[in-house]
């Protein structure tokens, strides 16, 4: 920062200018009389930008309203599954086209074949279920139109989430508490590398070298082709002094000499109607003890539930990570209850849903993955932590060879749950029973693994729970009053998990169908996965998504019904008309001609929508008035159903949100849009704030994530096979990418003085809170633009006088407005020429409260009118800010000042 040399006080450039102009003193007038002649040359920098961060999403499935009614199926038998012994050969190297040596072949089939696990061949078996009886189509009535009342406002109930946190602890303190203390962090890994030296982290890697190449080699692409190239050339190999020369030799050694973190593979056959399929799996509990005992984890792991106040009388609650809500809270009681007082539940999320492995139509997988609740969410989500574990590939299979279509649906739902039945049994029993498990910080604790959630969308939700399709998963609505919502018609209760176990325990094919139907849900053979799992209640554990159902559903149904509501052209004009904004997309063509649209571009539409429509006429003069808020309904519950933390009040705003809409949807049926609000998904989101006080926010269980999973577990593993018989390569591919990742952080232990705990992962998100909320690049967009451009071309008409009033108030802080223009009036800027940033950086993180805290950055935008590369005129872009003048508060727009960001000089 400058220094006066006269009176020896610190300015910024602009402020010492203007100091030392009024020549207060003899040495300051000299110095400005200096300074004057190098001005041009003295320009300020400030650090070093950070990029901005911009997550894709993933195409997305359509919603399931025009699937086939389970009402209409064929009565006819459905064939016998059968699960016959394990067959897991393999082919070749994952990661390389087979080689035509044979001899090389049978070699790496000898010596691979020690890896795989072989089931014993006790079948699994399903027995044949009855056929289903035949039910009606449903017509549901219309709703009758509602009193439509004013939307009320927020009042400002998010201010409780930056208050001091009141916890209540469990009553029990011996609940989730120590049993003994274990060997703790790496301690044994370094044993299973078989390396005796402990002066070499990266063993059984001779030097950092060959670790960083190998690195490299299996997490740098999903193929091989290109490390065995590169060692090819003569004299690499040599010069880098590699252990290996080739990526078939590297294999090896990963297999051999790196320990297994988690566990292995397992393969069944399936047989069903004489057709043989593939299970590939992992057992469910060793995949818990593997994320359990993590030592990337340790530093981070929940064990005991508390209960979160935004006040000391505990009045409004808080609801945000899985440990905060009723379902922990309730499971511990219900352990204490049966005299585990020091039980640590471990809570068991499953999430499944079948993907493409190809770009296009070809060949697809059903992965299945699993997590657990004591990791945090922050933690949790991020693909890099690989705190989601890939627990299977299920068959893929339509079985297209049973003709009959309502058998062939019962088939693949009994399959279904046969397969997730066998691979979650190991939970039943340390689930009631507890087992004793290691944390990553070598604590033993009684733990129970308790499933608490599966995550999917709508299909997956009827698969999972045995509803028929059109019906809610949770609750016992009928599918007829689906649409239903009011003071006029009450809610209904969610479905009777006693009930339905008595059903299913009924003895007699008939008679179990009868029961099945009677209690809603399929008669599932041999029985449903969830139904042995202890403490388990599948109707209150299908958790909210806001991908599928809210972004993917009803804002998908929504931006069709406003398109036929109004005109087409008019709605694609204002489109076109809207100027570039912040986080705003601008659809040049409308957005009447898009179609099978992601995720993203629905969030992108769902900003703008509203005001597309707020001053829009209906057609023949109708009012829009209950069309806008019935939009703005929808839109308050879309944004309000991801905050990252809710209160007893902020639940209480999300309910009348969806009231809202519901009061004024008939204006839909008046229009002829609608007939009926038969639409499943839309009904769900009833269920959103029981849910969300249940199991905490709905960025704990978002599908968007397992969509992301699909990438690096599915996709990228189907490409570094030779795509022949591509799932025994694609489960060794990926035990060979765990080993990496786990020796890499074992590397990390080590240099860091092995230490008994790593790093917190929420702590050094914690670090990473900057100094400065404010960042811009080191150098200038553009290092002089003259103040006459500066009107021209971004619209700064009034810069000089606001830099003369900028002066003068920071070298006279005590002066009033008044004072300020009259003294600005004397002020001349010294200069013509000026740098300008074209960006600056907030930093969007509360450094007041780590709950709504964040490492994202938010970039501004003063860009003007320019050409590109190709001399056509590219729009400029100046984006709109909101400013506290120092009287704002954490929400709402009082004290707040909306301004459009012009350009950015530092001074």
Known sequence: MPQCPGCMRVFTFTGLSNHLRQKAAPACAAEYDRLHALLPGILAEDDMMQDAYDADAQPLEDDAEDQDQDQLEDEDDIPEIVFGGSLLEEDGDPAMEVDDDHELEEEDEEEEEEMIEYEDEQPWEAPVPAPPAQDENAVPAAPEEQVI??????????????????VQRFPYPEAGEPVQQGAAGFTSYRDGTGVANDNNPYAPFPSRREWLI???????????????????????????????????????????????????????EVIVHGEAFDVYYRDALECVKALYGDVNFAADLIFKPERHYTDADRTCRIFHEMHTGKWWWDTQKTLVEKNKKGATIVPVIISSDKTR??????????????????????????????????????????????????????AVANLFHTCMGRILQSLESPGEHGIQMTSGDGVVRDCHPIFAAHIGDYPEQVLITGVKTGQCACCTVPAKEIGDHGPGHPGH????????????????????????????????????????????????????????QLYQG???????????????????????????????????????????????????????????????????????????????????????????????????????????????????????????????????????????????????????????????????????????????????????????????????????????????????SDSQQPADRLKMTKHPSKRT???????????????????????????NPEYTRAQIERASGDIVVPCRSIPVYHKAKFWLGDQQNHRLSSNEWDVVHATPLRLDTRGRSVDGEFDTVIVNDGNGLYSGVAGESVLRWQTSIYN
């Open 214 to 268: 190998a690195r490299w080699a299996k997490l740098r692409g999903p193929g091989s082709t290109s490390l065995d190239e590169l060692l090819a050339i003569e004299g690499v190999k040599a010069d880098l002094g590699l252990s290996f020369k080739n990526s078939r030799e590297l294999n090896k050694m990963i297999d051999k000499s790196l320990p297994a973190g988690r566990p292995r593979f397992r393969c069944k």
């Open 785 to 811: 633009v003259r103040i006459e451009k500066l009107v021209a071309d971004y619209g700064a008409t009034f810069f000089e006088d606001a830099l003369a009033r900028y002066a003068v108030q920071h070298c």
């Open 493 to 548: 209760p969610f479905r009777d998990l006693d009930a339905v176990l008595k059903a299913l325990e009924t003895v007699g094919d008939a008679a179990r169908a009868a029961a099945c139907k009677a209690v809603g849900i399929k008669p599932i053979l041999p029985q449903p996965y969830w139904k042995n799992l202890p403490y388990a209640n599948i109707f209150l554990s299908i958790t909210p998504d806001i991908l599928h």
């Open 554 to 764: 009803v804002i998908k149904h929504l931006v069709e019904w406003v398109k036929t509501a109004y005109s087409v052209e008019e709605i694609d004009a204002r489109c076109r008309r809207l100027s570039p904004g912040h986080h705003v997309r601008v659809f040049t063509k409308g957005i009447s001609s898009l179609y099978q649209l992601t995720g993203r571009e629905h969030a992108d539409i769902a900003r703008i929508l509203l005001g597309l429509v707020a001053d829009m006429p209906l057609p023949d003069g109708a009012s829009p008035v209950r069309l806008v808020r019935a939009v703005r309904g929808i839109l308050d519950f879309l944004y309000l159903a991801q905050y990252p933390v809710h209160t007893t009040d902020t639940l209480v705003l999300l309910d009348e949100a969806l009231d809202r809409f519901h009061d004024n949807k008939q204006v839909f049926i008046d229009l002829g849009i609608r007939t009926t609000w038969c639409i499943p998904k839309l009904h769900y989101l009833r269920h959103y704030a029981y849910l969300i006080r249940r199991l905490g926010t709905t960025d704990n269980f978002n599908t968007e994530y397992t969509e992301r999973l699909h990438i690096d577990l599915a996709k990228d593993a189907y490409e570094a096979t030779n795509a022949k018989d591509e799932f025994p390569q694609m489960t060794r591919w990926l035990e060979r990418r765990e080993k990496i990742f786990r020796h890499e952080r074992y590397i990390v232990w080590c240099l860091a003085g092995r230490p008994r705990l790593l790093a917190s992962h929420l702590a050094d």
């Open 149 to 166: 009342p004013p939307a009320p406002g927020r009042d400002h109930v998010e201010d409780a989430l930056r208050q001091e946190v009141h």
């Open 357 to 410: 492995l190809m770009k296009f139509k070809g060949k697809s997988a059903y992965p299945v993955y699993l997590t657990i609740g004591n990791i945090p969410k922050d933690v949790r989500r991020k693909p890099s932590t690989q705190s989601q574990i890939l627990l299977a590939y299920l068959p893929t299979t339509r079985l297209e060879h049973i003709t009959n279509k309502s058998a062939r649906r019962r």
